[in-house]
T-cell receptor, first 109, second 111 residues
Framework: EDQVTQSPEALRLQEGESSSLNCSYT??????LFWYRQDPGKGPEFLFT???AGEEKEKERLKATLTKKESFLHITAPKPEDSATYLC??????????FGAGTTVTVRA | DGGITQSPKYLFRKEGQNVTLSCEQN?????MYWYRQDPGQGLRLIYY???????QKGDIAEGYSVSREKKESFPLTVTSAQKNPTAFYLC??????????FGPGTRLTVT
C-alpha cells in the first residue's frame, strides 16, 4: 500500500528563519511527487511536481527537492504570508495520489 | 477564468438525509476526483473518474455515490449510509492524470 508521511506536523518560524519540511514516501511506480499549499478553509493550491531523484524546482522562497525515498520543501527567509499547511502527495502507477497529513507552518513577524 | 467551482461553500443537513455536493470545471480536464479531508489526516480519495460515463471507487467510497454524465460536472452524493459525513469535501481535476487542481471545497456539517 502506498504511504506518504510528512514531518514535522507543525513548524513555527521567525520571519527570515529558513527551514525544511520532510516528505517520506513509499509509492509503487512513482510517476510524480506533488507539493501543495493549503490555506485554512480553502482548497490546496498546486506548487510543484518532481518526477525523478535529483530534480529540484523553485518558486519564490520555496524550493522542492527529491530523492528516491524523500522529498524536501525548503523555505528560505520566510515571510508571514508563507504561513500555511504544506501537503505532499505521491502519484503511483494507478493514477491516484496518496497524500501526507501535512505540515502546518506559522511564520511570526 | 478557468477553474473548478464547488457549491455550496457550507452545507448543513440533518442525520438521515442524502445531500449532493456540486463540482464543475471549465479546464477541459478529463479526470475528476472527490476527496474528504478531516483534521490531522491527509486527503482521502472517495471516487474518481477518468472519462465521461465511467468512475471508480477510491479508498473510502462506502456511503457515497457519484455520476459523470458530462465532462464538466462530477457531483457527489453523501447518503444516509455514510456514518461520519461531517467533513471538508474537495473536488479536483487533472489532465493526463498529472498534477491535480482543486476547487475551494464544501464544508458539510451533519447533526
Amino acid at each position: 500500500e502506498d504511504q506518504v508521511t510528512q514531518s514535522p506536523e507543525a513548524l513555527r518560524l521567525q520571519e527570515g528563519e529558513s527551514s525544511s519540511l520532510n516528505c517520506s514516501y513509499t509509492v509503487s511506480g512513482l510517476r510524480g511527487l506533488f507539493w501543495y499549499r493549503q490555506d485554512p478553509g480553502k482548497g490546496p493550491e498546486f506548487l510543484f511536481t518532481l518526477y525523478s531523484a535529483g530534480e529540484e524546482k523553485e518558486k519564490e522562497r520555496l524550493k522542492a527537492t527529491l530523492t528516491k525515498k524523500e522529498s524536501f520543501l525548503h523555505i528560505t527567509a520566510p515571510k508571514p504570508e508563507d504561513s500555511a499547511t504544506y501537503l505532499c502527495a505521491g502519484g503511483g502507477n494507478d493514477y491516484k495520489l496518496s497524500f501526507g497529513a501535512g505540515t502546518t507552518v506559522t511564520v511570526r513577524a | 477564468d478557468g477553474g473548478i467551482t464547488q457549491s455550496p461553500k457550507y452545507l448543513f443537513r440533518k442525520e438521515g438525509q442524502n445531500v449532493t455536493l456540486s463540482c464543475e470545471q471549465n479546464l477541459n480536464h478529463d479526470a475528476m476526483y472527490w476527496y474528504r479531508q478531516d483534521p490531522g489526516q491527509g486527503l482521502r480519495l472517495i471516487y474518481y473518474s477518468q472519462i465521461v460515463n465511467d468512475f471508480q471507487k477510491g479508498d473510502i467510497a462506502e456511503g457515497y455515490s457519484v455520476s459523470r454524465e458530462k465532462k464538466e460536472s462530477f457531483p457527489l452524493t453523501v447518503t444516509s449510509a455514510q456514518k461520519n459525513p461531517t467533513a471538508f469535501y474537495l473536488c479536483a481535476s487533472s489532465i493526463d492524470n498529472d498534477e491535480q487542481y482543486f476547487g475551494p471545497g464544501t464544508r458539510l456539517t451533519v447533526t
